[in-house]
């Protein structure tokens, strides 16, 4: 097999949740411009029908549903939709998040930790949970799940989310052990500080300046930068990994 056939998605379709914005959205142009049919999950109808019709231009099939990931009820009849629309789903993403810039656990209140948990966490799982059964059943499948800086540093401005991209992590390599005899990959991707709607709020602060400074790229990534991960986790090009977790971070994490 050539190298490009390695990286080719044709055939594939995969679901990437909060694929409407931000990295999110990169990723389901990745996937697609590699050859996947895509299908993608948010909440803001306008921004789904825009990032769909991108995908429509790049000629894949595609389809954008607006679910909210925290209600579940509604997370089996949105996978079972895209198998009869789209066909089996061969590769996740498990991208959809939110922050809560509490400033600690003594300021955190229960309803901020029990909704960060559900979406960052609860949903990874459950979703896996979901699209899982049928990969068994065709005897391959790619999850990605999406981590961050955090599933390894701790934070006192943001426990929950720290709390819950750590876990994320163990839930990966549990995931991996469980379902490598299926011929199942399940790995994720840790960024690090990234341009998008969620981190806007953070380049206004003096953590900025140290971000800047620790990180020896000296910038911000831009979500497109994590096209080449998330591709190459979902294609046959990775079909001998799993467990791991790859840091695109612009060598933050090395200091």
């Known amino acids: 097999m050539t190298s490009t056939k390695l990286f080719d998605l044709t055939g594939n379709v995969a679901v990437i949740t909060g694929g409407n914005g931000g990295i999110g959205r990169s990723i389901a142009i990745g996937l697609a411009q590699a050859g996947a049919s895509v299908a993608i999950f ?18 894949v099939p595609a389809m954008a549903l607006k679910i909210d990931i925290t209600k579940r009820t509604e997370l089996a009849p949105a996978i079972k939709k895209v198998e009869q629309e789209l066909g089996s789903i061969s590769i996740l993403v498990n991208n959809a998040g939110i922050a809560v810039l509490s400033g600690g656990i003594l300021n955190e209140t229960e309803e901020e930790w029990d909704g960060l948990i559900e979406v960052q966490l609860n949903a990874v799982f459950l979703l896996s949970k979901l699209v899982a059964k049928s990969m068994v059943e065709n005897k391959r499948g790619k999850i990605i799940n999406i981590g961050s800086m955090y599933s390894f540093f701790g934070s006192s401005f943001a426990p929950s989310y ?8 163990q839930l990966t390599k549990s995931m991996a052990i469980e379902l490598a005899p299926y011929n199942i990959q399940v790995n994720a991707i840790a960024p690090g500080w990234f341009v998008t709607d969620m981190t806007a709020a953070v380049q206004t602060m003096p953590l900025n300046d140290e971000i800047i400074m620790r990180t020896p790229a000296g910038r911000w990534g831009k979500p497109e930068e994590l096209v080449g991960a998330a591709v190459f986790l979902a294609s046959k090009a990775s079909d001998f990994v799993t467990g791991e977790t790859i840091r695109v971070d612009g060598g933050y994490a090395i200091r």
């Open 42 to 59: 948010g909440r803001n109808d306008a921004k789904n029908k825009a990032t769909l019709s991108e995908l429509k231009e790049i000629g």
């Open 162 to 169: 720290s709390t819950a991209k750590g876990a994320v992590i």
